[in-house]
């Protein structure tokens, strides 16, 4: 494969002036504010929109849930974006794009079919926001060095939590209380808070062309290398060691979190009568603008200190724990709503706040866990958005179910459900592997090339036996991961559209024919493990055997469940 620099090749000397524009602090804060508005504008302000608009919380949840799926497509286009024009490019791009999508969504309010209409344009605007986290994550770990990368988390995660308070607190508060003095209608209210959404996007890429480094990319010759190196960076994810326990770190970190994501809201925002709190989308984006806002950047900064003084290997179970923690605060919310006579603003503006705290507080490990842990490779930028991409997984079929539980359990009920799948992100976080431990921590005076670097896994450092083996078990593990994904996605989505209401037989329908794709990949990933085991054995191999063994784990409870929820969805359709 033949490459050419573009002329904004990240190795080419930089004069002082434009060292001095590209210095960290003048665009971390602003390039990850920019990230978390739009991606919780999307999952965040449409929710309480849909629901103030008369949408029903299991239509609300299950339409939001599938949107999400987006971001965990990212792996499939991030190895182009890594190979065609620069970082920066792509990033004002999409910024550009977010804003035109979410002017448009304002201007549907007005229509009789503005759900169906908006839920479209959220699709593409998703897609858009997915390709600004990949090329923003890329930039990040391309144009700084490993020591200033832990040294920035905190501001990191702090701005994109900022981004969150923005889009889904000071927006929608602050043009309440001017709906209210105006006497607008709801519809005007939610049009006027996607178009200062909109506008907030059009001026943070005006600044980012003066101030956002370029990034590096490489030009291929023709469009096929291009895809040949989309398969050839896919398939080294697998080829990790430790590959399935870093992948339930990833997934199960955030589970609890998945369900409150829309329906801790959604919750705040139902009447007292039904067992909810009854305020106002304002009261409730009241609390997230100003307490909200202090504990969530607390929370990260104090996050980031910790992990820098502990080291990650020592402070991702106590990360783990604040993560987690803090949902009880949901559970006594529910249970006061339960007994019909609601709570004070304040009482319910300081559980919300400790809630947040733990959050900020928490989320810092997962990031810098799969920045050094996950993502490390000759296509780290892929990685991480693999990585990225499996972390969103979780919350689509949570925010899918979250909706349909919630209704059907009653919120006390629900809220002690979600207490329970804090369990096993507790637990990951505990027995998280650290697999390039053993390689010795990066250089700390540079960033390498790119972004790249070498791990143990790379095909130079490994013998043809041992290769044999990682390619054996790095292809049984991807049908079992497929074989997942089958689940939390078309399963999930089948399960949250019955419980939805409407007939239930073209979901049960779809579950069958999901079936069929996965006894495909069942069949393939147990003789692509069971290969690799008997190669493993015979060359005494015991590092990459390890992921075989997981594959054929995955793949077996792959089965278990998916027999369950069809006999789940047989007798529901009955």
Same mark, same amino acid.
């Given at each position: 494969m033949t490459f050419a620099p573009t002329t904004a090749s990240p190795t080419a000397p930089p004069t002082a002036d434009r060292t001095a524009r590209y210095r960290p602090w003048l665009w971390v804060p602003s390039l990850y504010l920019a990230m978390g508005i739009p991606f919780n504008v999307i999952n965040g302000t449409a929710s309480s929109m849909f629901k103030a608009l008369g949408i029903g919380d299991a239509q609300n949840t299950v339409a939001l849930g599938s949107v999400i799926v987006v971001w965990s497509l990212k792996p499939f286009w991030a190895a182009f974006l890594d190979r065609y024009r620069t970082k920066k490019f792509h990033v004002l791009a999409m910024e550009t794009l977010l804003a035109v999508l979410f002017a448009g969504v304002a201007l549907a309010l007005p229509l009789p079919g503005f759900f169906r209409i908006s839920l479209a344009l959220l699709w593409v605007a998703a897609f858009a926001s997915a390709t600004q986290d990949i090329c923003g994550d890329g930039l990040y770990l391309a144009a700084l060095a490993p020591r200033a990368q832990a040294r920035l988390a905190g501001i990191q995660g702090m701005c994109w939590n900022l981004g969150k308070v923005l889009a889904t607190g000071v927006l929608i508060a602050g043009l309440e209380r001017l709906a209210h003095a105006q006497g607008w209608s709801q519809t005007a209210l939610w049009m006027a808070v996607w178009l200062t959404a909109a506008a907030a996007l059009a001026l943070l890429a005006v600044y980012h062309v003066f101030f956002l480094p370029p990034g590096g990319a490489l030009r291929p010759a023709a469009p096929g290398p291009v895809f040949a190196d989309f398969l050839a960076s896919a398939a080294t994810v697998?080829?990790? *060691?430790?590959? +399935?326990?870093?992948?339930?770190?990833?997934?199960?970190?955030?589970?609890?979190?998945?369900?409150?994501? @829309?329906?801790?809201?959604?919750?705040?925002?139902?009447?007292?009568?039904?067992?909810g709190l009854g305020l106002t989308p304002g009261q409730v984006a009241g609390i997230d603008a100003v307490w909200g806002t202090i504990a969530s950047i607390a929370g990260g900064i104090l996050g980031g200190l910790f992990l820098a003084r502990l080291g990650l290997r020592r402070a991702l179970p106590l990360l783990g724990l604040c993560l987690n923690l803090p949902?009880?605060?949901? @559970?006594? =919310?529910?249970? #006061?709503?339960? #007994?019909?006579?609601?709570?004070?603003?304040?009482?319910?503006?300081?559980? @919300?706040?400790?809630?947040?705290?733990?959050?900020?507080?928490?989320?810092?490990?997962?990031?810098?866990?799969?920045?050094?842990?996950?993502?490390?490779?000759?296509?780290?930028?892929?990685?991480?958005?693999?990585?990225?991409?499996?972390?969103?997984?979780?919350?689509? $079929?949570? %925010?899918?179910?979250?909706?349909?539980?919630?209704?059907?359990?009653?919120?006390?009920?629900?809220?002690?459900?979600?207490?329970?799948?804090?369990?096993?992100?507790? +637990? @990951?976080? +505990?027995?998280? $592997?650290? $697999?390039?431990?053993? &390689?010795?921590?990066?250089?700390? &005076?540079?960033?390498?090339?790119?972004?790249? %670097?070498?791990?143990?896994?790379?095909?130079?450092?490994?013998?043809?036996?041992?290769? *044999?083996?990682?390619?054996?078990?790095?292809? #049984?593990?991807?049908?079992? =991961?497929?074989?997942?994904? !089958?689940?939390?996605?078309?399963?999930?989505? !089948?399960?949250?559209?019955?419980?939805?209401?409407?007939?239930? +037989?073209?979901?049960?329908?779809?579950?069958?024919?999901?079936?069929? =794709?996965?006894?495909?990949?069942?069949?393939?990933?147990?003789? =692509?493990?069971?290969? #690799?085991?008997?190669?493993?054995?015979?060359?005494?191999e015991t590092v990459y055997r390890r992921n075989a063994r997981g594959a054929r784990v995955v793949t077996v409870l792959c089965a278990a469940a998916s027999l369950a929820i069809l006999l789940f969805a047989a007798r529901f359709a009955a």
């Open positions: 697998f080829h990790k *060691r430790s590959f +399935w326990g870093m992948i339930a770190f990833i997934l199960l970190y955030r589970l609890g979190e998945g369900l409150l994501l @829309v329906e801790g809201k959604l919750f705040l925002q139902s009447s007292v009568a039904s067992g949902h009880l605060t949901f @559970v006594y =919310l529910s249970h #006061a709503g339960a #007994a019909g006579h609601g709570l004070g603003y304040s009482t319910v503006a300081l559980l @919300v706040s400790i809630e947040k705290f733990g959050y900020g507080f928490g989320f810092i490990g997962n990031m810098v866990y799969m920045m050094q842990q996950f993502a490390p490779g000759r296509c780290t930028m892929t990685h991480y958005a693999f990585a990225t991409a499996l972390m969103n997984l979780v919350l689509a $079929p949570t %925010t899918m179910v979250s909706g349909p539980l919630a209704e059907a359990l009653g919120f006390s009920t629900f809220f002690l459900v979600v207490l329970l799948a804090s369990v096993p992100s507790v +637990w @990951v976080a +505990w027995r998280a $592997p650290f $697999p390039l431990a053993a &390689d010795g921590p990066p250089a700390d &005076d540079a960033p390498p090339a790119g972004g790249n %670097t070498v791990t143990a896994d790379d095909p130079t450092r490994v013998g043809a036996a041992q290769r *044999r083996v990682q390619e054996l078990a790095g292809r #049984a593990s991807a049908c079992a =991961l497929l074989n997942l994904l !089958a689940i939390l996605l078309l399963d999930a989505r !089948a399960l949250g559209a019955m419980a939805g209401g409407g007939s239930a +037989w073209l979901p049960l329908g779809a579950l069958a024919a999901n079936a069929v =794709l996965k006894i495909f990949l069942t069949a393939r990933a147990l003789r =692509l493990a069971g290969e #690799a085991e008997r190669v493993a054995a015979q060359e005494h």
